[in-house]
């Protein structure tokens, strides 16, 4: 995936326990990867894509994660799109996804008060250790060591989507081409799988999807977003810290 | 002597407004204009009426006088603007009025309401961002959300930097 994953655990549990906890994480997301990834030729993804196996024989995961990708497809009216480019690549869902599930077990397995940033991407829970909402950067979008908002999340999902990281990797379904218009679209919420897959979508759609992030708020999404022309757009909600 | 035919004050609809009111009258002062309630039951109100569709009376009315025909007949239409009985339909309740000068009609609007159950048709709040200048701050962070950053691009990144400090 060649995504770098920091994990900050701040439980009392003694260490060797927590570092047991990490590798538990570490080993999810290596399965995740042998599942879901593009780049590797026989992953469970690409054997379904050239037709070897079929969904019902797919893993329950598989199955979920299309399901998943089905429905945010039709909720980002086509702009979230599993097939965008072609071929199927459900790693827009994929991404927060897996850190939503990973944060999930860490909390079963006993760890209350953690966070988890898998290449920008962050699921929080409990606060930081001084008995603070943890505070979170949203970095600039043009400026790598600044910050354009800092966040205060207890618990919950932070996702940002953006152009000047990897390029133009965001495809616009209706044109076919790269999304233009937003630079950066971070979304706050309570599951790091839509957080993430609405920032991609807003971010495929345009100058558009401004007004279609806004309306998220109603489902608990808040959005902070930058264009490629430099303004900035926030929803009334967003936890902004002071 | 005095004969008038008034004209229902039926169909309120965009397509066929009210016809007219024929009167055969002796030219008197006009009755002083009064707001008063007039029955529109059989009215089916809509928000598109508009004075576009003009109401045919004056072609229909060829026994009145123009201009100084008094309304004020037992069953014509006294001149003044008189609203009718709310009717409410899927979009809310739809109240009209109509102007009636020298006994014919010659305005009519319709109010319809801005909240309440008529949000399929009227205008609702929409939910909005607010603009604001962007900022380029350093700050005290225990994380950094940002686009996902390659393996290169992370060794030079902010989360790197915090990951650094605190191994």
Avoid at chain 1, 30 to 39: C, G, L, M, N, P
Avoid at chain 1, 86 to 108: I, M, N, T
Avoid at chain 2, 85 to 91: D, L, R, V
Wanted: a neutral charge; one cysteine or more; hydrophobic letters at 40%.
């Amino acid at each position: 995936m060649g995504t770098v994953v920091s994990i900050e655990l701040a439980d009392d549990q003694p260490e060797p326990e927590l570092r047991g906890m990490i590798d538990d994480v570490c080993a999810w997301l290596h399965e995740v990867d042998a599942r879901f990834s593009t780049y590797k030729p026989d992953s469970e993804v690409n054997r379904l894509q050239r037709r070897e196996i079929t969904i019902a024989e797919c893993s329950a995961d598989m199955r979920h994660v299309l399901d998943a990708c089905a429905d945010l497809w039709r909720d980002t009216d086509g702009y979230f799109d599993a097939y965008a480019a072609g071929p199927l690549d459900p790693s827009g869902y994929v991404k927060g996804w897996s850190v939503e599930v990973a944060s999930a077990r860490l909390a079963e397995a006993g760890s209350l008060r953690h966070y988890i940033n898998a290449g920008g991407d962050i699921r929080m829970r409990g606060g930081s250790p001084d008995g603070e909402p943890w505070r979170v950067g949203i970095r600039h979008p043009w400026e790598a060591d600044k910050l354009s908002w800092v966040l205060a999340v207890a618990e919950g999902a932070v996702a940002t989507s953006g152009t000047y990281e990897r390029g133009d990797h965001v495809i616009n379904p209706r044109t076919g081409k790269a999304a233009r218009g937003l630079r950066s679209v971070t979304v706050v919420g309570p599951d790091l799988a839509l957080a993430d897959a609405y920032a991609t979508a807003a971010l495929a759609m345009g100058e558009g999807g401004i007004s279609w992030l806004a309306k998220r708020a109603a489902d608990g999404f808040e959005s902070a977003i930058v264009t490629d022309d430099g303004r900035a757009f926030s929803s009334a909600n967003l936890p902004a810290a002071i | 002597m005095r004969r008038s035919t008034a004209a229902a004050v039926g169909t309120l609809t965009g397509a066929a407004l009210i016809i007219g009111v024929r009167l055969s009258v002796t030219p008197t002062a006009p009755a002083a204009a009064a707001a008063s309630n007039v029955d529109l039951t059989n009215s089916t109100p809509t928000p598109t009426t508009s004075s576009k569709k003009s109401p045919a009376a004056g072609s229909k009315n060829k026994e009145a006088s123009p201009a100084k025909t008094s309304a004020a007949a037992k069953t014509g239409l006294k001149d003044g603007t008189f609203k009718g009985n709310g009717a409410t339909n899927p979009y809310g309740t739809v109240q009209v009025s109509i102007k009636v000068e020298s006994g014919k009609i010659t305005a009519v609007s319709a109010t319809f309401p801005l909240t309440g159950n008529s949000a399929t048709i009227n205008p609702v709040a929409i939910p909005k961002l607010k603009q604001e200048t962007l900022t380029s701050q350093s700050a005290k962070v225990a994380a950094v959300s940002g686009a996902t950053y390659t393996s290169q691009s992370y060794n030079e990144s902010l989360q790197s930097a915090l990951d650094g400090a605190k191994a």
